[in-house]
């Protein structure tokens, strides 16, 4: 999934580069005096570049590239996202629900694509449904070393606007997806600078849903418009295209965090904690505003021996060890003074700090630690 979001933003970079390139060139030489012809009539086009044959190439081209950019985004999140999950599901029934729902549907539907291909000789159309079929077969029957038809939930036939990027994660268990990103920090942000509201003024989760809602929907519009040879009824220009990528790359980055976070979440309540040897610690104190968590163990029983060391390993579990975090401990106090690892051996009282952002349920939290 890393590679998915670094290889988008790489894409649209270029577009961002391209689009400054322009508008350099149309700066510094735009006004070049005719009193040197040569380079008058060389960078002429730059100067002209706003309304001319050339800004509606970069604009076509900006569009084609940014949609294409998402659209791939999607599709490999979705497959990235599915593969990650088969890795923490030994059976096909411990995938998430809405991924075994979906799966037959979305795998006949694929099935039924690929017979539609016009690019794809008859005898590789029928290899290809045979191995959608038999990985169907494989799930149905849940055996050990399911094979899930990946390509099904990232297959589509609709361009990516707000309604299909909701339904196709909805289809593998992500329904809350929209929610995310209304609630992600940068789109806000984007949005109260777009809206021109100042830093007290309150951005509304619908207010950002619906800007999402105009940007792939227009994004979309305009690549079918440059598709089918369609004049559009506006060109963007080179600000407003530059305003265009910075959203791209924003609403990019907040899905990948929002699936990622539920990859980690699924990830979580698949580890089975008799696999690991940790030890046990219970009814923390939570300090915040220090970020210190703490800790005061009378009894060593079944602790006893465990080195406590800055880079241990933390499972942080409900009341029914149902893990909701994984952290790692990055500093250590041990008796008020400062310690790189502790051997336990006796009572002692001891404060840690680690790699994620504290929380006040932390205090009712199960804490078990490995090296």
């Known amino acids: 999934m890393k590679e998915s979001i670094k290889n988008f933003e790489d894409s649209v970079d270029k577009q961002v580069n391209i689009i400054s390139y322009t508008t350099f060139m149309i700066d510094t030489f735009g006004n070049v005096s005719p009193d040197n012809n040569d380079l008058h009539n060389l960078f002429l086009t730059f100067l002209k570049a706003g309304k001319t044959e050339y800004s509606q190439f ?60 016009r690019n794809r000789e008859i005898e590789e159309k029928s290899k290809l449904q045979s191995v959608i079929i038999s990985n169907l077969n494989t799930c149905m029957i849940n055996k050990d070393g399911y094979k899930l038809n990946v390509s099904a939930f990232s297959s589509h036939t609709a361009n990516f606007r707000l309604d299909i990027v909701r339904e196709t994660f909805s289809n593998i268990g992500l329904s809350s997806i929209i929610d995310d990103l209304a609630n992600n920090i940068e789109l806000i942000d984007f949005v109260r600078a777009e809206k021109g509201y100042g830093e007290d003024e309150n951005v509304t989760n619908n207010e950002v849903a619906s800007t999402i809602r105009f940007k792939l929907d227009d994004l979309a519009n305009r690549r079918n418009e440059i598709a089918h040879g369609t004049k559009p009824q506006n060109y963007l220009d080179y600000n407003l295209l530059l305003s265009f990528c910075e959203f791209m790359k924003i609403i990019g980055k907040a899905i990948y965090t929002s699936c990622s976070t539920s990859n980690n979440r699924v990830r979580l309540k698949n580890i089975d904690l008799s696999h690991y040897d940790t030890v046990y610690m219970n009814n923390p104190k939570v300090f915040i505003k220090p970020g210190v968590i703490g800790f005061k163990i009378e009894d060593v029983t079944g602790l006893s021996g465990f080195n406590l060391k800055i880079g241990t390993k933390i499972f942080i579990t409900n009341n029914n060890d149902e893990i909701q975090s994984e952290a790692t401990l990055v500093s250590l106090i041990v008796n008020k003074s400062d310690a790189n690892e502790y051997l336990i051996s006796e009572a002692f009282e001891f404060g840690i700090k680690l790699d994620i952002p504290l929380e006040n349920s932390f205090s009712r939290r199960k804490f078990f630690f490995y090296n």
Do not use: M, Q, W
């Open 58 to 117: 970069i604009y076509n081209g900006i569009i084609v590239s940014l949609y294409g950019s998402f659209e791939r985004l999607i599709e490999d999140i979705v497959e990235s996202y599915l593969t990650s999950i088969i890795c923490h599901s030994d059976t096909f029934e411990k995938l998430p629900s809405a991924i075994k729902k979906n799966h037959t549907e979305l795998s006949l539907a694929l099935a039924l694509k690929v017979g539609k291909d």
